[in-house]
């Protein structure tokens, strides 16, 4: 990767509780529309040898958007069940930004989004000077990083399910570890709200579809030795339009484009009187004090603070990135730190303790607990084993630190 040019960062917080940031003028911007697209599904099948008994087994299934607390809606009564059969955690504390790619991205790699470089779900990459959202690019800034193939978005849940489990049967290359991915709750909270009746509904199907999933693992002998992890990537919140920020009753549009999307969006400034959209001009120092001053007076009536680059807080992860937006903006209920931000978490199987309560732990540290299951050694990364390692029945006999992984120039080998 070569390395980027160091640009100044402008980072806005809103204080009042969520509030959404929205440029009328942006492309793909509506009321409706005002948060991040869905994840769709991925699959990972990894190579697995001959035998199926000899390899430990793990199954990592995401239900995306599901907030720890959604439990106390009650209409999710299997998932319910699965903590008195394994071990569970009443929150895990995800990554800044607390949206879908960077924390998938997290809890595959063990590494924070300034390490990984998945910022957000699309951002302003300064070496291609341009947008990049869902594209290779996005994906693909270290060629050693194993790709995520494309979704089809008419497989059923059911179907998918059904697919994870023949990689594990499969009678020539049997998977040890497959990765499920489903996009509810989070796309019907994002239309119609967290704690509306559609989203109940959704949080039963999902309960329903857990329930489908035990019956196949029992079905083909599968549930004494496949070790299956119930997680999601961020919470949900209620984001009403009265709390609405509308950026261009601050800046002058001419003077900058967008990437990302509300709570967090990226400004990129622009020399004035250059709007040329989705494509970087070279940005003046003056635009960008322009672009900040007129943000940093703006919160002295509105509900956000004003950072520059090197203000951004540490335990975001966040700053030290090549490929980092110019100018950001976040809400603070999407705050990392905020509880209605967080997922929940459930693991059962013959690895795991039964009816056991793991205290809080970080997104990153289960990556070391993945390798520590799959008897592979984990490379260096953010996490670590011994915050989670309470939750297995036998111990390791002796906790090696893993060492961390900081923001560096040169790729980083994440698989060999």
Not at 145 to 153: E, G, L, M
Request: glycine share 4%.
């Amino acid at each position: 990767m070569a390395a980027a040019e160091e640009n100044n960062i402008i980072f806005v917080q809103v204080v009042e509780k969520y509030p959404c940031l929205y440029d009328p003028t942006a492309k793909g911007y509506s009321q409706k529309n005002v948060t991040d697209k869905a994840w769709y599904a991925v699959f990972v099948d990894c190579k697995a040898s001959d035998s199926l008994s000899q390899h430990p087994l793990l199954l990592i299934v995401s239900y995306d958007g599901f907030r720890h607390n959604y439990f106390e809606k009650q209409v999710t009564p299997t998932l319910q069940k699965l903590k008195t059969l394994g071990t569970h955690a009443e929150y895990m504390r995800n990554v800044f930004e607390t949206k879908t790619f960077p924390n998938h991205h997290s809890i595959a790699t063990g590494l924070f989004p300034e390490v990984h470089g998945v910022l957000a779900n699309s951002l302003y990459d300064p070496i291609y000077k341009r947008v990049l959202n869902f594209s290779y690019e996005l994906w693909h800034q270290n060629e050693n990083i194993i790709p995520i193939w494309n979704y089809n978005t008419s497989i059923s849940w059911e179907e998918r399910v059904d697919t994870a489990i023949g990689w594990f049967l499969h009678p020539v290359t049997p998977a040890n570890l497959v990765m499920l991915y489903i996009e509810e709750p989070d796309a019907s909270s994002h239309i119609f709200g967290p704690e509306s009746q559609q989203v109940l509904k959704q949080l039963a199907k999902l309960d329903q579809l857990t329930d489908y999933l035990q019956h196949r693992l029992v079905d083909n002998n599968l549930s004494d030795v496949v070790n299956v992890f119930h997680l999601s990537d961020h919470g949900m919140d209620t984001v009403t339009l009265d709390r609405i920020v509308n950026l261009t009753d601050y800046v002058d549009r001419s003077t900058y484009i967008t990437s990302g999307s509300s709570p967090v969006l990226g400004l990129v400034p622009l020399n004035k009187g250059e709007l040329l959209v989705w494509t970087i001009a070279p940005h003046t120092k003056y635009n960008e004090e322009h672009i900040y001053k007129s943000l940093k007076n703006a919160s002295l009536h509105d509900n956000f603070r004003v950072f520059k680059r090197a203000d951004i807080p540490e335990r975001w992860h966040f700053k030290n990135n090549n490929p980092n937006m110019n100018t950001t903006l976040g809400i603070h209920g999407y705050d990392n730190a905020e509880s209605n931000m967080h997922p929940y978490f459930i693991a059962c199987g013959p690895l795991i303790k039964k009816n056991h309560v793991i205290a809080p732990f970080d997104t990153v540290d289960l990556y070391s607990l993945f390798a520590h299951i799959l008897n592979v050694s984990a490379p260096p990364n953010n996490g670590s084993l011994a915050n989670v390692v309470d939750m297995l029945v036998v111990m390791p006999s002796h906790l090696t630190a893993t060492p961390s992984v900081f923001f560096m120039g040169e790729p980083l080998i994440l698989f060999q």
